[in-house]
């Protein structure tokens, strides 16, 4: 089961992962995003925000 609330990690928002507008895999960890913005912003640089 994933968990019921993850963390945006280039806003910081908590978001429901059924939710996320994108995800994006990072060192073998999946990342949910609130928008496409944030999503777009980690894919550009993830090191930033991990
Ligand atoms: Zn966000």
């Given at each position: 089961m994933p968990p019921e609330m993850v963390e945006?990690?280039?806003?910081g928002m908590r978001i429901d992962p059924d939710d996320a507008a994108g995800t994006a895999e990072y060192g073998g960890k999946l990342y949910y995003f609130c928008s496409e913005t944030c999503h777009d912003a980690f894919v550009a640089n993830p090191a930033t925000y991990v």
């Open positions: 945006d990690p280039v806003c």
